[in-house]
């Protein structure tokens, strides 16, 4: 079946710290895979995504690579501010329905 | 991108009332919408997909007659709480997709707290 696999939160972190949120995923065909995140009290909004296998997404100092052989999709920032507390999302699409983890939040201390 | 809107934000209800929360598509025709809901430090439970101008397809366990959802037009889709109880107190968010750009990229919106008293 199809799953997705998030580490557990929560994570704390300083400011200017280095982030990684592991993501892994189970799925059958080749789906696409994306990193949503969620500000306190609001909605989920897409961060990045990766639609076929070592497709790198990026975005707001943001990274996660699509690697088809360890089946992850780890985020990353190398350097992470007080506003990117949040809860972060992986997620898969397999062109019919979403799958997301658990979810983990963040939080950065100034 | 494209943006899709809830209504109400939060909502306060004493028990035994019904709550209808609307879903928008602002910029696009969405034929499909998502209701999600979301436990504290859990992640996204889908409920039900609705299909505009048919009926929704709940998912297992979810109580259709509780959470009645309408998809009338292109744009709106609405979820009832019927006869809300305090366990039903939660977030719930829509989602769709814009098929004019074929990326599978879910929007969300702004979620709806419920609270039932």
């Known amino acids: 079946g199809n799953s997705v696999t998030q580490m557990e939160g929560p994570v704390t972190l300083s400011e200017e710290a280095f982030l990684t949120i592991n993501c892994t995923y189970t799925a059958t065909g080749y789906p696409s895979l994306f990193w949503y995140v969620q500000y306190p009290g609001e909605g989920l909004q897409l961060l990045l995504k990766a639609t076929k296998a070592d497709d790198k997404g990026s975005n707001k100092g943001f990274e996660a690579t699509y690697r088809k052989e360890t089946t992850s999709f780890h985020l990353e920032k190398g350097s992470v501010q007080v506003s990117d507390s949040a809860v972060y999302f992986c997620a898969l699409y397999t062109g019919n329905q979403f799958y997301f983890g658990t979810g983990t939040s963040l939080t950065v201390i100034p | 991108g494209a943006v899709v809107s809830q209504h109400p934000s939060r909502v306060i209800c004493k028990s035994g009332t019904s709550v209808k929360i609307e879903c928008r598509s602002l910029?696009?025709?969405?034929?499909?919408m998502f209701w999600y809901r979301q436990f504290p430090k859990k992640s996204l439970m889908l409920m039900a997909t609705?299909?505009?101008?048919?009926?929704?397809?709940?998912e297992q366990g979810v109580e259709k007659d509780k959470f009645l959802i309408n998809h009338a037009s292109l744009t709106l889709s609405t979820l009832t709480v019927t006869s809300a109880h305090p366990e039903d107190s939660s977030f719930y968010i829509c989602?769709?997709?814009?098929?004019?750009?074929?990326?599978?990229?879910?929007?969300f919106g702004e979620g709806s707290r419920l609270t039932v008293l």
């Open positions: 989602s769709a997709r814009d098929t004019r750009v074929n990326t599978g990229e879910l929007f």
């Open positions: 609705s299909n505009e101008g048919s009926k929704a397809t709940y």
């Open positions: 910029d696009f025709q969405a034929t499909t």
